[in-house]
């Protein structure tokens, strides 16, 4: 049994990692400042700290006794990114180096989220760790500085650190209010109330989707063989979707036909997206296993769950 941190750990990724924590007996503690994780995404076994990654007490206190920490806060929205250059630097680079910083004393590895948007317009197809990093965004250039400094923090303090590229990730607990959610959750919540379904552009745009169960197992793989060599993994389903074929096997797994509009293509648009997941199968031994039909069948089947309590809360 090992007693980890889990930084952003009420949000959608980090709240399945803490159940999975939970269920192999593992102690967790989270620190998160809600901006959009939910405090009920936490189970009661959960030691919960409401606190931010920017402030140098609140990581520090959080960090006391633990064997390990995995590092999920930040501002998970691009255009916020774009909008908002300095703040969600902050959180997002600075927020990354004060958890390193708290590892200097004990060492704790830290296993990091960083993100495909580190590849920017590198269009190579799979897109492999050795694949050069060219981020078009505010939010790519603060993942990919994470990597720096974790790098940086393995070879100067001896930390052992671990980065993971997340692509995209799907899952229960995504929330769809959000204008920059994934746009399963988006498509799923559109579903459910019979609204159209909006695609901009052809439909042909393609994406590698991962399930939050699979990316979970990347995570604690990770950690169990987190080195000071400072290694990069891609957390990818090795599978192409297009948004049309996506918004089928939608339809096929809710049972509902949905109505597609077509908008036009929005300016910035990434063509195609599509990661090697190599690297983690040969060295932490772990790849996706759930089929994009069976994660988007247990998508909607929590997303109507959670709407039917909603509304009968609400009468
Ligand atoms: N979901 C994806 O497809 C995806 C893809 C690539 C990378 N990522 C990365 O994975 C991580 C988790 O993303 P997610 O999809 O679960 O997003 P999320 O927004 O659900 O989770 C982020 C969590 O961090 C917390 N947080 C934000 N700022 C904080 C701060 N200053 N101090 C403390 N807590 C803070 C939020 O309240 C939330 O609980 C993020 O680092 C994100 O950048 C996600």
């Known amino acids: 049994m090992a007693k980890y941190l889990v930084t952003g750990g009420a949000g959608f990724i980090g709240s399945h990692l803490c159940d999975a924590l939970i269920a192999r007996g593992d102690e967790v503690r989270v620190l998160d400042n809600l901006s959009t994780g939910r405090r009920e995404n936490l189970a009661s076994e959960v030691e919960f700290i409401l606190g931010d990654v920017t402030d140098e007490d609140a ?3 959080a960090s006391i006794d633990i064997d390990g920490c995995f590092h999920l806060a930040a501002i998970a929205s691009v255009a ?16 990354a180096i004060r958890v390193l910083d708290a590892a200097r004393a004990t060492k704790f590895p830290v296993v990091y989220a960083s993100s495909a948007a580190v590849y920017g317009d590198n269009a190579s197809m799979p897109l492999c760790e050795s694949d050069r990093a060219s981020p078009l965004t505010p939010y790519g250039a603060d993942k990919l500085g994470c990597e720096l400094h974790a790098r940086v923090a393995s070879v100067l303090h001896n930390i052992p650190t671990t980065g993971m590229r997340f692509f995209n990730v799907y899952g229960p607990r995504q929330d769809p209010r959000s204008p920059y959610s994934g746009v399963i959750s988006i498509f799923t919540d559109r579903l ?6 909006p695609i901009f552009g052809d439909g042909q745009q393609s994406r590698d989707f991962i399930f939050v169960g699979d990316v979970v197992r990347f995570l604690i793989a990770a950690m169990d063989r987190a080195d000071t060599r400072a290694a990069i993994y891609n957390v990818c389903s090795g599978q192409s979707t297009n948004l049309r074929q996506l918004a089928q096997t939608l339809a096929t797994v809710s049972g509902v036909t949905p109505q597609i509009e077509y908008l036009p293509a929005r ?29 988007l069948s247990q998508t909607v089947s929590h997303h109507v769950t959670t709407t039917l309590d909603t509304s009968k809360a609400a009468e």
Do not use: F, M, Y
Request: with cysteine; charged share 25%; glycine share 12%.
């Open 59 to 61: 990581v520090q206190k």
């Open 80 to 95: 916020q990114s774009t909008e908002d250059w300095v703040g969600t630097h902050e959180v997002n680079l600075t927020g």
């Open 192 to 197: 459910s109330r019979c609204l159209n379904i």
């Open 267 to 295: 300016q910035g648009d990434i063509r195609a997206s599509l990661g090697d997941p190599a690297r983690a199968a040969k060295i932490l031994n772990v790849r996706a296993e759930v089929s994009l039909g069976e994660g």
